[in-house]
Nanobody, 126 residues
Framework: QVQLVESGGGLVQAGGSLRLSCVSSGRTFSGYAMAWFRQAPGKDRAFVAG????????YYTDSVKGRFTISRDNAKNTVYLQMNSLKPDDTAVYYCAADRNPSTTIPTLAPNYDYWGQGTQVTVSS
C-alpha cells in the first residue's frame, strides 16, 4: 500500500508563496503519474496540476497557469507544488494523488487516481 504525506501548507497573505511537498512511501514512485488537487469549502475536489512519471510533461488548470509549478524528484519519492502570487481564491485543502497506471495523457479527474494523501490546508488572506 502506498502512503502519501503532504506538508508545507499554512497561512499566507495574498501575493505570497508556499511550497507544498508530498512524500510517497512506495518503492515504485517513478512509475506513477502524480497530481495535486484542491478542495475548497462547499466545493468539489478539483484538479490543480499533474506531472508524468518522468517529469517531462506537466499540465495545469487554467486558473493557476503561470503561478504554480509542479515538479518531482524520483530519487526522493517526492512531488512538489510551488505556489506563487497566491490569491484568496486559492484557499483550500490541497491533496496529492498518484495514478499507478498512467496513460499517455495526465488525467484531471479524481477517480483516475489510486492513492491520496491526507491533505494540507492552504489559507490565503486578503
Amino acid at each position: 500500500q502506498v502512503q502519501l504525506v503532504e506538508s508545507g501548507g499554512g497561512l499566507v497573505q495574498a501575493g505570497g508563496s508556499l511550497r507544498l511537498s508530498c512524500v510517497s512511501s512506495g518503492r515504485t514512485f517513478s512509475g506513477y503519474a502524480m497530481a495535486w488537487f484542491r478542495q475548497a469549502p462547499g466545493k468539489d475536489r478539483a484538479f490543480v496540476a499533474g506531472m508524468s512519471r518522468s517529469g517531462m510533461f506537466s499540465y495545469y488548470t487554467d486558473s493557476v497557469k503561470g503561478r504554480f509549478t509542479i515538479s518531482r524528484d524520483n530519487a526522493k519519492n517526492t512531488v512538489y507544488l510551488q505556489m506563487n502570487s497566491l490569491k484568496p481564491d486559492d484557499t483550500a485543502v490541497y491533496y496529492c494523488a498518484a495514478d499507478r497506471n498512467p496513460s499517455t495523457t495526465i488525467p484531471t479527474l479524481a477517480p483516475n487516481y489510486d492513492y491520496w494523501g491526507q491533505g494540507t490546508q492552504v489559507t490565503v488572506s486578503s
